[in-house]
Nanobody, 119 residues
Framework: QVQLVESGGGLVQAGGSLRLSCATS????????LAWFRQAPGKERDVVAA????????FYKDSVKGRFTISKDNAMNTMYLWMNNLKPEDTAVYYC????????????WGQGTQVTVSS
């Protein structure tokens, strides 16, 4: 069973930073492409960033390029999303995802973590 556990969401002012974490098992971490998706109220869930299982290729949604960074920590079996210069339009529930063909989602989802950016 694939488990993805997110943490790190919260409330931040525009221009601020947050780091999201997604912890999983060793096998999931090493075998699957991983990604962050987000869903704002009334909108579809959309990919934000993704990283290949090998860690040598990444994908970013155009609107977050230059502000967000996705990374993997092999020692901790944890994926991160570093979010800088946050904007109110980044407000959403952020979900960790595993097993997809980038940028499409895979079948495994975390529980989600709320990110709220105030203006």
């Amino acid at each position: 069973q694939v488990q993805l556990v997110e943490s790190g969401g919260g409330l931040v002012q525009a221009g601020g930073s947050l780091r999201l974490s997604c912890a999983t098992s060793r096998r999931t971490f090493s075998d699957y492409n991983l990604a962050w998706f987000r869903q704002a109220p009334g909108k579809e869930r959309d990919v934000v960033a993704a990283i290949k299982w090998s860690g040598d290729s990444t994908f970013y949604k155009d609107s977050v390029k230059g502000r967000f960074t996705i990374s993997k920590d092999n020692a901790m079996n944890t994926m991160y999303l570093w979010m800088n210069n946050l904007k109110p339009e980044d407000t959403a529930v952020y979900y960790c995802n595993a097993g997809g063909q980038i940028p499409a989602p895979g079948p495994y989802w975390g529980q989600g973590t709320q990110v709220t950016v105030s203006s």
